[in-house]
């Protein structure tokens, strides 16, 4: 099935699935759909703008470190995390401070949730999350970030069913659908229960979920880079179906990294194919460092493919 087709079928299924959907997903986002006076709202935009200045901050010592460290100027890792936990510390202690003063404000416990899940707190957001979700059940986010969370920890029944309200709730979110396939990719063998379908369909459903996100997100070579990867686990391979999707990858990648890795996979996929001469020709455009173990793998796998052409046994 082909990118475009899959486009199509993706406009499709989200009509199927999410109907007309909630009218304005941003109304439920704004401080006035929690916080009723002025007061609250001031505070609660004070938080806010505090979170975003320590994450600013910390965000530019991680780069300043980097490039220290080129010349041996640099502080541990240790080091800066332990300067990195100081400095947000006082973040969370406003949260918890302002969640106190308002225990029903399901926005906040939104925002607290992804606090505590960026400090690899996942436990704790959890929590956050799931009383977000009780005061506020037809909010998308929460449901999103909580099927992940499940997606880990379990169970992953709730995970799956959370990921389907998330995109009914918000069809538009290109990260839902792609979140949604990467947890039945990674959860093909519980996916399939669930489901009551084959591991082969699960993949197909990955596939229909990434080209959901890409279709909605045309330019994200990360999409596009997963949905030509579940390729791959399909039998027989679609080979052409898989050289388009890795055509498109390479179309829409911004960074050369990006570039060659689409040019290693559709040398790969050609050689698959059986297509060697094609694949060695597309290995020769492969020169950035980054790929150079991996083009060397396939050059000696595309060698051991040719000399098992020309043995009199293959004949």
């Known amino acids: 099935m082909k990118l475009i087709l899959l486009g199509s079928l993706a406009a499709l299924w989200i009509a199927f699935q999410c109907g007309a959907a909630i009218d304005s997903v941003q109304a439920k986002f704004s401080p006035s759909a929690s916080r009723s006076d002025t007061k609250a709202i001031g505070e609660y935009e004070r938080l ?19 490039a220290a460290q080129i010349d041996g100027r640099g502080i541990s890792d240790t080091e800066l995390q332990t300067r990195i936990s100081k400095r947000f510390e006082p973040v969370r202690t406003a949260y918890e401070n302002y969640l106190s003063r308002h225990p029903n404000d399901g926005q906040a416990h939104l925002a607290f949730g992804n606090f505590l899940n960026d400090r690899q707190d996942e436990r704790a957001a959890q ?28 169970p992953v029944n709730k995970a799956f069913d959370y990921f389907t309200k998330a995109v009914k709730l918000c069809s538009t979110n290109a990260a839902f659908y792609h979140n949604f396939g990467d947890s039945i990719y990674v959860l093909r063998k519980p996916a399939a229960a669930y489901y009551n379908i084959t591991e082969q369909q699960v993949y197909g459903r990955a596939l229909l979920l990434y080209s959901n996100a890409l279709w909605l997100d045309p330019q994200n070579y990360p999409f596009a880079r997963d949905f030509a990867q579940t390729y791959y ?14 055509t498109n990858a390479f179309k829409i990648a911004r960074e050369e990294a990006d570039r060659e890795d689409a040019c290693v996979h559709l040398a790969r996929v050609k050689m698959l194919a059986g297509r060697l001469a094609e694949a060695r020709a597309q290995l020769e455009t492969v020169t950035n460092e980054v790929w150079l173990k991996a083009k060397s793998t396939l050059l000696h796998n595309l060698e051991e493919r040719e000399k098992a052409r020309l043995s009199p046994d293959s004949r």
């Open 48 to 66: 806010q703008a505090a979170d975003d200045a320590a994450q600013v901050e910390v965000d530019t010592w991680l780069r300043q470190n980097k």
């Open 127 to 154: 929590l956050q999350w799931e009383k977000a979700l009780e005061l506020d059940p037809n909010n998308a986010a929460i449901y999103n970030n909580l099927a992940g969370r499940y997606s880990e920890s379990g």
């Open 233 to 246: 686990s399909l039998k027989p391979l679609p080979v052409n179906d898989a050289l388009q999707a890795w």
